[in-house]
Nanobody
Framework: QVQLVESGGGLVQAGGALRLSCAASGRTFSSYAMGWFRQAPGKEREFVAAIRWSGGSTYHADSVKGRFTISRDNAKNTVYLQMNSLNPEDTAVYYC????????????????WGQGTQVTVSS
């Protein structure tokens, strides 16, 4: 099965940047889409960005467009989320997810999930 491991979270000042990584293993992923989601305390998990393994097509939520960028390194089976201009509202646990098929934004449409990595942005 597919295993996903996130890393790169931490504490950062407002206006700072972090890059999250999601290492995937267990299968080949040419037909997969990868997504980043986040969940803040008291809120539902929300879609952040997604990318296709094949071709690299991307989609970013409006809330992060222009600040966050999803990318992937197929040779490393790794997906990244570059987060710039962070603000306290970005504080959340960030999760990597995978599904076979096209890019979708719905949490329930993803089959595999990592354990999450905490991102905390101070004022």
């Amino acid at each position: 099965q597919v295993q996903l491991v996130e890393s790169g979270g931490g504490l950062v000042q407002a206006g700072g940047a972090l890059r999250l990584s999601c290492a995937a293993s267990g299968r080949t992923f040419s037909s997969y889409a990868m997504g980043w989601f986040r969940q803040a305390p008291g809120k539902e998990r929300e879609f952040v960005a997604a990318i296709r393994w094949s071709g690299g097509s991307t989609y970013h939520a409006d809330s992060v467009k222009g600040r966050f960028t999803i990318s992937r390194d197929n040779a490393k089976n790794t997906v990244y989320l570059q987060m710039n201009s962070l603000n306290p509202e970005d504080t959340a646990v960030y999760y990597c997810a995978a599904r076979e098929g096209t890019i979708v934004a719905g949490t329930s449409r993803y089959d595999y999930w990592g354990q999450g990595t905490q991102v905390t942005v101070s004022s």
